[in-house]
T-cell receptor, first 115, second 115 residues
């Protein structure tokens, strides 16, 4: 089974702190994604990566950066956390050539609260 | 512009009834894919079903089927014989262009199955 893991289920940080969210997948997927999920807004793409050291901005990249030094790991970085970044963060991965439209496999999510 | 629209914020259905969750989409790309995901209260997104824009037949996966009406740009999810375990958030998503991997999600529908 595909396994996508995220470093924390719940995280509480203070305004201005630097925050690292880690995501690891064990299926040798080329693509990895970071989303945030807010009520009534669905999932919005923050950043994604097609390959090691490659990154592309999604729809809402402001206030975030990412790092992909190894194929299996994709990190989301909040350089200076703000209260409006309180949200659920979901990591996902996918193959470039999949049998069912390259569906994305998701991790369990990290619920981040910034106080 | 909203590319994926789910007009039902919440739905309540009696156990064993069939349920249809609505999804409409907007794209000018002739090549696209449509996905449905389920998110139980645990938070993890679970892939349910995929429909490619060139697929001749509606997709089916067990109790899930996708009612794909291309001319109307709708991709409704039908769950037959609903079960209590079907209670969850359901998200419709679209990927434009076969070569790209980004998904755009709708706002979601919260489905509650009553015993």
């Amino acid at each position: 089974d595909v396994k996508v893991t995220q470093s924390s289920r719940y995280l509480v940080k203070r305004t201005g702190e630097k925050v690292f969210l880690e995501c690891v997948q064990d299926m040798d997927h080329e693509n990895m994604f970071w989303y945030r999920q807010d009520p009534g807004l669905g999932l919005r793409l923050i950043y994604f990566s097609y390959d090691v050291k490659m990154k592309e901005k999604g729809d809402i990249p402001e206030g975030y950066s990412v790092s992909r030094e190894k194929k299996e790991r994709f990190s989301l970085i909040l350089e200076s956390a703000s209260t409006n970044q309180t949200s659920m963060y979901l990591c996902a991965s996918s193959l470039n050539q999949g049998a069912r439209g390259n569906e994305q496999y998701f991790g369990p999510g990290t619920r981040l609260t910034v106080t | 512009a909203q590319k994926i629209t789910q007009t039902q914020p919440g739905m309540f259905v009696q156990e064993k009834e069939a349920v249809t969750l609505d999804c409409t989409y907007d794209t000018s790309d002739p090549s696209y894919g449509l996905f449905w995901y389920k998110q139980p209260s645990s938070g993890e997104m679970i892939f349910l079903i995929y429909q490619g824009s060139y697929d001749q037949q509606n997709a089916t996966e067990g109790r899930y089927s996708l009612n794909f009406q291309k001319a109307r740009k709708s991709a409704n999810l039908v769950i037959s014989a609903s079960q209590l375990g079907d209670s969850a958030m359901y998200f419709c998503a679209m990927r434009e262009n076969q070569g790209a991997q980004k998904l755009v999600f709708g706002q979601g529908t919260r489905l509650t199955i009553n015993p």
